[in-house]
Nanobody
Framework: QVQLVESGGGSVQAGGSLRLSCAAS??????MGWFRQAPGKEREGVAV???????AYADSVKGRFTISQDNAKNTLYLQMNSLKPEESAMYYC??????????????????WGQGTQVTVSS
């Protein structure tokens, strides 16, 4: 059974940075990803990373966000720089099949964390 626990969310001013972490257990050979959902909006994919390290990002975060994983520590990270107020949302860590390792395949991801709130003030 895969278990995912996010941490690192919080409040930051526009232009600031946060690093999210996701402690994972019970998994291997999965695609790992970060997704976010703001109140009243659909969930959107932010970034994904394959087991071998290939990455993909939403266009809106390219150049500002970096997804990485430490397989030895079973931890997934999302470094977020130059944050914008419209990026305030609940951020979720998820694990899914490698064959659906893309930001648009959230519905195929099997395991989800409880989420961590990110609030960006203007």
């Amino acid at each position: 059974q895969v278990q995912l626990v996010e941490s690192g969310g919080g409040s930051v001013q526009a232009g600031g940075s946060l690093r999210l972490s996701c402690a994972a257990s019970g998994y291997s050979n999965y695609c790992m990803g970060w997704f976010r959902q703001a109140p009243g909006k659909e969930r959107e994919g932010v970034a994904v990373i394959g087991w071998e390290g290939s990455t993909a990002y939403a266009d809106s975060v390219k150049g500002r966000f970096t997804i990485s994983q430490d397989n030895a520590k079973n931890t997934l990270y999302l470094q977020m720089n130059s944050l914008k107020p419209e990026e305030s949302a609940m951020y979720y860590c998820a694990a899914g099949p490698l064959g659906y390792c893309g930001i648009r395949w959230g519905r195929m991801f099997n395991y989800w964390g409880q989420g961590t709130q990110v609030t960006v003030s203007s």
